[in-house]
């Protein structure tokens, strides 16, 4: 008997987006990394395409970030520049990218100016030859300050800039035009927003072929279920024929994990939930495999074991 | 939502006199415009205007010429189709064939070898169907034969056929119930689509009665239409029906990101 297709068939293929630009292309990056192109989800490799495997970004950032010691101990000293935290994270950890995050630049925090920040960006882009995701501090109003002149300080460098929100989303499209970046789209655990997000920037002239959606992330017990849906769903809706949102996603899992409780606290704090020192790292490797199925094209991720962890997933499964 | 613009039509007196003359602008200009709007295909329908193989392909190569949007080929003749589909840049639509066994046998072997789609009608010789369990018997022979044909599912695009309603008030409950009944044949299922302007031939609300039969039918199944892809109100009624079948995502600015 003729056992029959059942597998899916999609009509549509998820935009292919590259980030970095080698000598050749204007920049001084040794490889660019793409992403995006499938034809089909995650791992159903039998149904369609998937020309490129979701790859890791080293999270790195110009200050410190309120982390539990069991994570600073396994980065090291190097945590302490973001230019030695780049380079171990290329050389020792065999990160496809660098993702750095202006964390510095908060009111709140060290109040970075613009120009210390584009400092940070230049001395990063100098020590590693990866591509470079730049992030502002999250506050917008300070985003709107530093971006520009980070953008400026990677001109050429075909960056990925994040990111561009419903509020502040004209100044993210204006300096990546001018400075010719990729963008990452961000919406707040809302997919109606997200693809809202989408238009505006395609009404603003940018291209959506130069967009990743950034749907915020959660970590495992922290709404994780609700962003894992959404992903699955833009993703879902982009491989039927929504253009909006036929667009690859990127996760910080990373800088989530490490801010929820049962990657801080030890079992003085949680008595029966095991060492800190094997759990957090867990909990980093098991959200960034769950949202590997989810449809993430791009990780951030911090422990060094747990990007280890998520390497060998991506090299067994794509 | 497949939108079938059914504008490049020798029905229309400016198109009639576009082939005669052999003034393909005005051809040009109607593919350009319904390409702008959105259409998925052009149909191109020469009519009464000529039964020349050569003038069908004239037509095509005139939207060809002026857009990349596949065509729909709005002829059931042997004879003329194996000439135009192999003209076509994308897989055409053939609109269309009946259920009558040696139509299917003659124009099925054409559309599969190029890859084509087709437009199903659920009718056979004995004309128009009355009932919904005649068009979904009449449906299914055709989908068996696209099935013996090693076409896929989604190859086919099955067609209630729409009755004025004005005349047949009591056919559009039959069809409804037909289109239904179609997306049961498989999974995943084939198209179903239909000539919308039937329902309203020969009323005083032409607009309105299309754009409420339509959301209706998307309802029921309907996931393609042949219709004036200009009328934005109706396009715009198709977008938001197709938003409450969940089968695409909200957004504030959805109307308007249509036409980006």
């Not at chain 1, 940018?206 to 970590?219: I, N, R, S, W």
């Not at chain 1, 709404?223 to 909006?244: N, Q, W």
């Not at chain 2, 009558?100 to 087709?118: G, Q, R, T, W, Y």
């Not at chain 2, 039959?174 to 329902?199: M, R, T, W, Y």
Request: with cysteine.
């Amino acid at each position: 008997m003729q056992v029959p297709d059942v597998g899916e068939k999609w009509t549509n293929k998820i935009n292919e987006v590259t980030i970095g630009a080698t000598k050749a292309e204007g920049g001084t990056r040794a490889k660019t990394i793409t992403v995006g192109g499938q034809t089909t989800l995650p791992f159903m490799t039998f149904e369609g395409e998937i020309p490129h495997k979701p790859v890791i970004a080293g999270y790195v950032a110009d200050t410190v970030p309120e982390w539990p010691d069991v994570l600073k101990k396994a980065i090291g000293q190097e945590i302490n520049s973001p230019v030695e935290w780049a380079q171990k994270c290329v050389k020792e950890y065999g990160v496809d990218l660098i993702s750095l995050k202006l964390l510095g630049a908060d009111p709140t925090i060290n109040d970075a100016s613009p120009s210390d920040c584009a400092k940070v960006v230049e001395d990063v882009l100098r020590a590693v030859d990866v591509p470079l995701i730049i992030w502002g501090c999250g506050d917008d109003e300070k985003d709107n300050l530093i971006l520009p002149e980070c953008s400026q300080a990677a001109r050429g460098e075909n960056c990925l800039i994040g990111s561009a929100k419903e509020s502040n989303y004209r100044t993210v499209v204006a300096i990546c035009k001018a400075d010719k970046h990729k963008i990452i789209s961000e919406a707040p655990v809302d997919i109606n927003l997200g693809k809202q997000v989408n238009i505006l920037l395609q009404d603003a002239g940018f291209d959506l072929k130069d967009v990743v959606m950034f749907q915020t992330t959660a970590a495992l017990g922290y709404g994780f279920d609700y962003v894992y849906t959404i992903m699955e769903r833009a993703r879902s809706t982009g491989l039927k024929g929504d253009k909006l949102m036929a667009v690859p996603q990127i996760c910080d899992v990373g800088g989530e994990t490490w801010r929820i409780k049962e990657a801080i606290a030890d079992e003085d704090v949680l008595p029966g939930w095991g060492k800190l020192e094997k759990r957090g790292l867990l909990w980093e490797a098991v959200c960034g495999g769950v949202y590997l199925q989810a449809g993430t094209d791009i990780l951030v991720m911090a422990h060094p074991e747990a990007i280890k962890n998520i390497q060998k997933t991506i090299k067994r499964f794509f | 939502m497949i939108l079938i613009g059914e504008r490049v039509n020798a029905g229309f007196k400016d198109i009639k006199e576009a082939i005669i003359n052999k003034d393909g602008d005005v051809i040009k200009e109607w593919a350009k415009k319904q390409a702008d709007a959105k259409a998925d295909y052009i149909d191109v329908n020469l009519g009464t205007a000529s039964a020349k193989p050569e003038d069908l392909c004239w037509m095509i190569e005139m939207v060809q010429e002026a857009v990349d949007t596949p065509i729909s080929i709005d002829n059931n003749k042997a004879v003329m189709l194996k000439e135009a589909i192999p003209i076509c840049k994308k897989p055409p639509l053939v609109n269309s064939v009946t259920a009558v066994e040696e139509k299917l046998n003659e124009l099925l072997p054409i559309v599969a070898e190029h890859k084509a789609s087709i437009i199903g009608l659920s009718m056979d010789e004995t004309g128009s169907p009355k009932t919904a369990d005649k068009r979904v018997e009449n449906a299914g022979k055709i989908f068996e034969k696209i099935m013996e044909y090693e076409m896929s599912p989604e190859q086919l695009f099955l067609d209630p056929i729409v009755m004025p309603l004005k005349f047949m008030q009591d056919q559009a409950q039959e069809i409804l119930k037909a289109a239904s009944q179609f997306s049961l044949f498989s999974d995943p299922p084939c198209h179903i689509v239909c000539g919308l302007s039937n329902i309203s031939t020969g009323t005083t609300q032409k607009k309105l009665i299309n754009r409420t039969f339509v959301t209706m039918l998307i309802a029921n199944g309907l996931d393609a239409v042949i219709l004036d892809v200009l009328d934005e109100e109706l396009v715009n009624a198709i977008l938001t029906a197709d938003l409450i079948m969940n089968k695409s995502i909200y957004a504030d600015s959805y109307l308007g990101a249509f036409l980006k």
